[in-house]
């Protein structure tokens, strides 16, 4: 614990947990939030007066952001702000007004903002293409159209065109209205379809202001047989999944969205404790090259021998590898500096250790393979060590990185198959119960086996009221007793002792056009996707749950008015039985 004196109660708010950007973020920032003390919500609560979709059910859990439940505030408000104007985002956080926030992205009145340099990784991209690979003629489909950072994107793609006086070739009809972050299918159509537009003859390259759109759009085009980087080029922004996921990876603009949610956190802290010196912060970002552009290829990785560089001393040879991976100090002096301690004083067996170390922790945290093989080429090709010694080095290094990546491969493998097959017994389970008693009950039995150790689950009843059905916590208590409490709160009083430590994920439950209430889990550094489903499962059986307990009410009320009727007949005289039977007959 880094303060144990105190227990704030800090909240999370985003869009989701499941895709783009917040796969990173959110797990990485509810991992630093548990070294200290007290509690950490994470709300994602999808786009802020969405009514086009479902988005607007899980709005509702954002009522639950306020200062009876929290302590501080951290919003990342341009996730959450869609298409929205700045008038309604600003509206929005006014809710906030009394409780500390911190936002991210986006800047809200005077609170303090972390945010992140998205016009220049943009624009250095933009001009790796021009300068490497020769493009002209790019297109470019635009994000959200009140999204600052999209438009900052887009910026940087424009003044990278006009920096090399390319503004000529970007006709209007290669750039595409604005669009939400997942309709690049639809960006891509208007390009394609509507505008007659054909990669390879039209268009050189393509961008997309995130990797969510541009995956969606590179897939689009394969079905019509336009495949990367064969007929065209792919450009994007953001290093989340999707740009790893494709069959050639998308050269991105990667963001460090763990010091972004790391660096609010803290900040947000110091807000709390009264600090009055914080100012805003923006984070670089760079360009990450990989095969969708042309680079990267096989060919090119495996052939380290290169122009030798003139790296003669050992801290020169550091910064390279610091510059290459954009390492911070901290990692430096943790990483680098004993690794190549060890290299330079010949101690092999502490320099393979070490690396193997590393190496784990790289491809734990889903590294870059490509990196790996540019440090050695960066190394082979220099000259502060004897030729042999390197020669060696290089031998053993390159056969230790394909068989670390394959064991991390096979364990990760290995915990997903198990941890689907543990879902898939939960949903199992979860279809063949008829009553709110054997849900929680049932969800005390599988959560933990996934590491989720408390859950509670609550009901809206009206405007007023919110009706906590049951849960269970991590001393293996469970409870289904139904408490009807304030909806103002998180949970009923009674319980709410029970989270003044801890990190949660607090998810909306609704099906269809009805929202149904929430549920609050313990963290469990689970993808976000395996969240979403089981949010999903749940209000499911909650809705069929209810359908049933609809049935079987009505089912009961009939049976007792038919067994009213026979009383009622068994029990009148037969002259005044028979006239009765006839006008019921009628």
Request: charged share 25%.
């Amino acid at each position: 614990m880094k303060d144990a004196s105190k227990k704030n109660k800090i909240g999370f708010i985003l869009r989701s947990i499941h895709f783009g950007s917040s796969l990173k973020l959110w797990r990485r920032l509810s991992n630093y939030a548990t070294q200290y003390s007290g509690s950490f919500f994470v709300f994602p609560g999808g786009t802020i007066d969405e009514q086009k979709n479902s988005e607007k059910f899980r709005n509702e859990i954002y009522k639950l952001v306020n200062s009876e439940n929290l302590d501080g505030i951290i919003s990342w408000s341009s996730s959450i702000g869609g298409e929205r104007s700045s008038e309604e985002i600003e509206k929005f956080h006014s809710n906030f007004n009394n409780i500390p926030f911190i936002t991210i992205g986006r800047k809200i009145g005077n609170n303090i903002n972390v945010s992140f340099d998205a016009y220049s990784g943009m624009k250095e991209l933009v001009l790796h293409f021009i300068n490497t690979h020769d493009v002209k003629r790019i297109a470019f489909l635009r994000g959200p159209k009140n999204h600052l950072s999209a438009n900052e994107r887009f910026k940087g793609f424009m003044d990278a065109l006009a920096e090399t006086k390319l503004e000529s070739y970007c006709t209007e009809e290669l750039i595409s209205d604005y669009f939400n972050w997942d309709e690049g299918e639809k960006a891509i159509s208007q390009l394609f379809d509507d505008r007659n537009l054909i990669p390879g003859k039209d268009f050189d390259a393509l961008f997309a202001a995130s990797d969510l759109m541009a995956f969606s759009a590179v897939n689009w085009l394969a079905k019509k047989g336009y495949k990367i980087p064969k007929d065209y080029i792919v450009g994007s922004f953001n290093d989340s999944v999707e740009s790893h996921v494709n069959t050639i990876p998308f050269s991105t603009v990667a963001m460090p969205m763990g010091k972004i949610g790391i660096t609010a956190y803290d900040k947000l802290l110091e807000v709390i404790n009264g600090n009055p010196n914080i100012e805003d912060l923006t984070f670089k970002t760079h360009p990450i090259i990989r095969e969708s552009c042309g680079c990267n290829s096989l060919k090119q990785i495996v052939a380290i021998q290169d122009q030798r560089k003139r790296i003669k001393t050992r801290d020169q040879l550091i910064e390279e590898f610091v510059t290459l991976f954009n390492a911070s100090e901290d990692t430096k002096e943790k990483i680098f500096i004993p690794l190549f301690d060890a290299l330079f004083e010949n101690n092999q067996s502490e320099f393979f250790r070490l690396l193997s170390e590393n190496l784990v922790s790289f491809f734990e945290r889903d590294g870059e393979l490509s990196y790996l093989f540019s440090a050695i080429k960066i190394f082979y090709n220099s000259n502060c060590l004897p030729e042999e010694y390197i020669d060696k080095i290089v031998h053993s290094v390159c056969f230790m990185i394909p068989k670390i990546q394959g064991q991390i491969s096979a364990r990760k493998l290995y915990e997903y198959e198990k941890l689907s097959s543990i879902i898939s017994a939960l949903k199992t389970e979860l279809l063949t119960v008829h009553n709110k008693n054997n849900l929680i009950k049932i969800l005390a039995e599988y959560f933990p086996q996934i590491g989720i150790n408390n859950a509670t689950i609550v009901l809206y009843e009206n405007e007023e009221f919110s009706r906590y059905i049951g849960g269970f916590n991590s001393s293996g208590e469970v409870r289904t007793e139904e408490v009807l409490f304030p909806s103002k709160l998180l949970v009923p009083v009674k319980f709410a002792k029970e989270f003044e430590y801890g990190t949660y994920v607090v998810q909306p439950l609704y099906i269809g056009t009805k929202s149904l209430g929430y549920i609050i889990t313990g963290y469990s550094d689970c993808d976000g996707n395996i969240y979403e489903d089981f949010r999903t499962s749940i209000s499911n059986t909650i809705e069929s749950i209810s359908l049933f307990e609809e049935t079987n009410s009505a089912k009961q009320i009939a049976e007792r008015a038919e067994f009213a009727k026979t009383e009622f007949f068994a029990n009148v005289g037969s002259d005044l039985c028979d006239p009765l039977k006839e006008l019921y007959a009628k």
